[in-house]
């Protein structure tokens, strides 16, 4: 897969600006980008200087630039890799990349860049995909994480497993060239420790996807509750801004209302839903229906209720129809500007439910309802040296590396011949190595890349 072309693209976004960034990489880039370069002769500048010149297609100015240099291995695809600033003009930044092509770049295809570092040993698999993450990221949080994958967190926690298997499988592999002496060099006591030890990593390391997938994709929080609970109103507390319409009008919220709310660096997706109860019309109908479906797919449910208005039956009823196993769910009273305290201990809500009391409209506890969303949802999981996986195909490798060793396992409580327990750890090795790079094909590579964007 790896080619001597030198490939050319934007780097920057499209679209007009102060300057764009076009870059080449290949063992002809400095030349090429020195033929339609008047200034100094960039083919006997150092690695990592700034040059001021001229972009020029024959006597015809394009454009005033600087040019960066980058001299093989000393860049992020460890080839000679050139970066061109220019003014941010489309045309522009067309008729240059339309030059160099001329003069014998290709054009980049979506990720090329970061597959040149992965195929060139810069990167590994899972680093190169954190690239990707890193340029997507809209928060601290998925920031954070995709900086420690990138800075190679995940690679080293599975290759310190790897190594661990990679001897076990040796010294098994030594036992088959002595199958007629009857001999074992693998201690079957400290392997069963080991694939112990490995299944406690893997299964935290799958546990983590959970919160890490929607830290990359950003908390899926409903807003769920009785018509005239204050759902919009507390909705546009959280956001600090009138989002949705408020109305003493029962069932106003017809339709859901998604906005975005960033707590302590983590962006929680709200959603505000129509009321739950009987529908008085199609529309309305249609409204709730909407509601139970994203009650379904929360990642964090909040249930809100009208503290003054509604009966303690009544919220024990809803508590028992939208609290489902395996989704946070938040108990929050509001109207409490109009209500006594003593109203709350009527209520008698059930000890494992997670619980506030808020006036959405006096915006009274609303800063601690976002600590309390924060601390439900995120809690001290996130810490600078907490590995964290956010990548659907690392989650479904490790899965597969659990059930390789449970075959393993299920191999030494009922004693099988070594080849078949040598078999199965090599399966457990190699989902271990699809993560990284030990184990790769090219339609795994053309998957990954293709989702990145050109220019990187």
Do not use: W
Request: glycine letters at 6%; charged letters at 20%; aromatic letters at 6%.
């Amino acid at each position: 897969m790896i080619t001597n072309e030198t490939i050319v693209a934007l780097s920057t976004p499209p679209g007009v600006g102060a300057i764009g960034v076009i870059r080449l990489s290949g063992k002809d880039s400095i030349a090429i980008t020195n033929s339609v370069f008047s200034g100094k002769n960039l083919l006997d500048q150092e690695s990592h200087t700034i040059h001021f010149g001229l972009i020029k297609d024959g006597n015809a100015v394009i454009d005033e630039v600087l040019v960066s240099l980058f001299v093989a291995p000393k860049s992020y695809t460890k080839e000679n890799v050139v970066e061109i600033s220019c003014h941010g003009s489309n045309y522009i930044i067309q008729q240059i990349i339309t030059l160099l092509i001329k003069k014998g770049a290709s054009a980049a295809k979506p990720g090329e860049f970061t597959l040149r570092a992965f195929l060139n040993g810069g990167l590994d698999l899972s680093q190169a995909e954190a690239v990707a993450d890193l340029i997507s990221s809209d928060s601290a949080a998925a920031h954070q994480v995709a900086m420690n994958q990138l800075r190679g967190g995940f690679s080293t926690e599975l290759n310190v497993l790897r190594e661990q298997l990679i001897h076990f499988a040796s010294m098994i592999e030594l036992e088959l060239d002595f199958a007629e002496e009857d001999v074992e060099f693998a201690n079957r006591d400290q392997l069963q420790e080991l694939i112990a030890k490995i299944t406690i990593v893997l299964n935290k390391l799958i546990r983590s996807f959970e919160l890490g997938n929607v830290i990359k994709q950003g908390i899926n929080t409903v807003i769920a509750g009785r018509p005239n609970a204050g759902k919009s109103t507390l909705l546009n507390a959280l956001l600090n801004e009138d989002r949705a319409i408020v109305s003493e009008i029962a069932g106003t919220t017809r339709d859901t209302i998604e906005e975005l709310l960033n707590i302590n660096g983590i962006n929680f997706r709200l959603i505000d839903t129509a009321g739950i109860r009987e529908a008085t019309d199609t529309i309305e109908a249609i409204g709730v229906e909407k509601t139970m479906q994203k009650i379904s797919q929360s990642a964090l449910l909040v249930y809100l209720f009208d503290v003054v208005n509604t009966s303690a039956t009544e919220i024990h009823d809803d508590i028992a129809r939208l609290h489902k196993p395996g989704i946070p769910f938040l108990a929050v009273a509001n109207k409490m500007d109009l209500s006594y305290s003593d109203r709350l201990k009527e209520l008698n809500l059930p000890s494992d439910i997670q619980f506030i009391a808020i006036s959405a409209k006096e915006n009274q506890q609303i800063e601690e309802l976002k600590q309390l969303l924060y601390d439900t949802a995120v809690g001290d999981k996130l810490s600078d040296n907490h590995t964290m996986v956010t990548n659907i195909r690392h989650v479904e490798a490790l899965q597969k590396t659990q059930a390789a060793l449970n075959s393993v396992a299920n191999g030494l409580d009922n004693p099988v011949t070594s080849d078949f327990l040598a078999m199965d750890i090599k399966q457990a090795l190699h989902y271990l190595g699809e993560i990284t790079d030990q184990v790769t094909t090219d339609d795994l590579l053309e998957n990954i890349f293709s989702k990145f964007c050109i220019g990187k």
